[in-house]
Every structure is written in structure tokens, then in C-alpha cells.
T-cell receptor, first 111, second 114 residues
């Protein structure tokens, strides 16, 4: 059974600081997704990571994937208030259309 | 842009009622999914469908059924709603890529069962 763990579950940080959210998974996979969810809204796709060593960046967010360590990170650089949201990682098993989601990290950026 | 729509944003039902949640996608995706989202539990898969009239149970199918008569539409049915089915329900769709495809989500239906 595929298990996906995110940490931390809650993160409160000041504007301008850097931080990293971690996503560990238990079984071999070669595709990992990061989603963002604003309060009361649905999930919006941020990054699709397709292979070991993949790195994607958009604005102040950068995601990376290490399939050997079964670990993905979402790094936030010089946080701004607009980044306050819940972030989910999701992993799929090879040959399977389903995704397993982490429990999410609720990020709050304090001015 | 992929568009996934859900029939209601908010729904209030009574215990024992039959409830239908509808989801429609306009991008000709083969796969469609129903999740429920609860605080502290993340998203849990209820059912998914990889083709018309095809369905597979997810992690928490008890108390739910689904219907997919047309490719673009996937319905979630609560045969007899109970208070523990109060939740946010999210529909998603994806291409059948041969590998795991990116899922696109609808706006969600917040269901309250009294």
C-alpha cells in the first residue's frame, strides 16, 4: 500500500523567510504532483515532476524529486502573504491511474 | 483549459435521503475520480472510472455508488445519506496516459447531512 507523508502539517512563517515542505512516499513511483488549495476552493495544479532529479520552479516556489530517496521537496523563497494556502503532494504507482495524496501542509505567511 | 464542473457548491440534506452529486468535464478525459476531503485526513478516493460504464472502488467506497453513462459525466450517489458523510466532495479527471496522469479538479461540493 502506498503511503504519502507530508511534513510539517502546519507552518507559520514570516514574510521574507525561506522554508521547505517535505513529501515522503513509501513505494517506487516516477511521477509526483504538487497542488495548492486556497481556503474554500478546489485544488490547483502547481508542478508535475516526472523523473529522478527533476526540478521545477515558478516564482517563489521550487519543487524537486529524488526517486531514490522517495522524497520530494517544495521550497519557498522569500515568502509573501499570497503564498498562504494548503499544499498537497500526490504520488501514483507505476501503471496505475490513481493518485495517493499527502495530508497537506497548511502554510500561513505572517506579515 | 480543462474545465471540471460540479452541480452544486453547497448542499444540505437530511439523514436517509438519496443524494446525487454530478460532475462534468469538457476535455474528453477517460478517467474520472470522486474524493472526499476532511480536515486532517487529506483527500481520500471514493471511486474512480477509467471508461464509460467502468468503475473501481477507491479507499472508502462504503455508503457510496457511482454511475458513468457518458464519458463526460460521473455521478456520485449516496443511497441513504448519514451524518458521517458530511464533507467536501471533489471530482477530478485525467487523461489515460498509460502512466499516472495529472488530475484536474472541480470546484467541490460541500455537503452537510443533518
Amino acid at each position: 500500500e502506498l503511503k504519502v507523508e507530508q511534513n510539517p502539517l502546519f507552518l507559520s512563517m514570516q514574510e521574507g523567510k525561506n522554508y521547505t515542505i517535505y513529501c515522503n512516499y513509501s513505494t517506487t513511483s516516477d511521477r509526483l504532483y504538487w497542488y495548492r488549495q486556497d481556503p474554500g476552493k478546489s485544488l490547483e495544479s502547481l508542478f508535475v515532476l516526472l523523473s529522478n532529479g527533476a526540478v521545477k520552479q515558478e516564482g517563489r516556489l521550487m519543487a524537486s524529486l529524488d526517486t531514490k530517496a522517495r522524497l520530494s521537496t517544495l521550497h519557498i523563497t522569500a515568502a509573501v502573504h499570497d503564498l498562504s494556502a494548503t499544499y498537497f503532494c500526490a504520488v501514483g504507482l507505476l501503471g496505475n491511474e490513481k493518485l495517493t495524496f499527502g495530508t497537506g501542509t497548511r502554510l500561513t505567511i505572517i506579515p | 483549459d480543462v474545465k471540471v464542473t460540479q452541480s452544486s457548491r453547497y448542499l444540505v440534506k437530511r439523514t436517509g435521503e438519496k443524494v446525487f452529486l454530478e460532475c462534468v468535464q469538457d476535455m474528453d478525459h477517460e478517467n474520472m475520480f470522486w474524493y472526499r476531503q476532511d480536515p486532517g485526513l487529506g483527500l481520500r478516493l471514493i471511486y474512480f472510472s477509467y471508461d464509460v460504464k467502468m468503475k473501481e472502488k477507491g479507499d472508502i467506497p462504503e455508503g457510496y455508488s457511482v454511475s458513468r453513462e457518458k464519458k463526460e459525466r460521473f455521478s456520485l450517489i449516496l443511497e441513504s445519506a448519514s451524518t458521517n458523510q458530511t464533507s467536501m466532495y471533489l471530482c477530478a479527471s485525467s487523461l489515460n496516459s498509460g502512466r499516472v496522469g495529472e488530475q484536474f479538479f472541480g470546484p467541490g461540493t460541500r455537503l452537510t447531512v443533518l
